[in-house]
């Protein structure tokens, strides 16, 4: 099982990023699919997370009504759409699958058990 995060990048504040998710050996639609962001001395948390039957979506307050979690089953991919960005953005971000059929919100970490590598999103002001 492999996640490959992608998209991240240096941009402005205000910019916008797609990071995309690309799953290889699980059927990506099958299972809750979230992300999750750790800045630098930070911890990890929760960014947001779409469910396997993508009917519901959660978001933490940080980044609601900028950020956008989404599917294309056909690709076995999960995107996340960031906008205006901010530099309390940054951060590294990771994408992981939870293959329970419950979809708990707010998510935790604890609760997914594929992870992607991480890619880099950094905003400056």
């Known amino acids: 099982v492999q996640l490959q995060a992608s998209g991240g990048g240096l941009v402005q504040a205000g910019d916008s990023l797609r990071l995309s998710c690309a799953a290889s050996?699980?059927?990506?639609?099958?299972?809750?699919t979230g992300w999750f962001r750790q800045a630098p001395g930070k911890e990890r948390e929760f960014v947001g997370a779409?469910?396997?039957?993508?009917?519901?979506?959660s978001y933490a307050d940080s980044v609601k009504g900028r950020f956008i979690i989404s599917r294309d089953n056909a690709k076995n991919t999960v995107y996340l759409q960031m906008n205006s960005l901010k530099p309390e953005d940054t951060a590294v971000y990771y994408c992981?699958?939870?293959?329970?059929?419950?979809?708990?919100?707010?998510?935790?970490?604890?609760?997914?058990?594929?992870w992607g590598q991480g890619t880099q999103v950094t905003v400056s002001s």
């Open positions: 779409i469910s396997w039957s993508s009917t519901r979506t």
């Open positions: 050996g699980i059927i990506i639609s099958t299972y809750n």
């Open positions: 992981a699958a939870d293959p329970s059929r419950a979809f708990r919100v707010p998510g935790h970490s604890y609760e997914y058990q594929f």
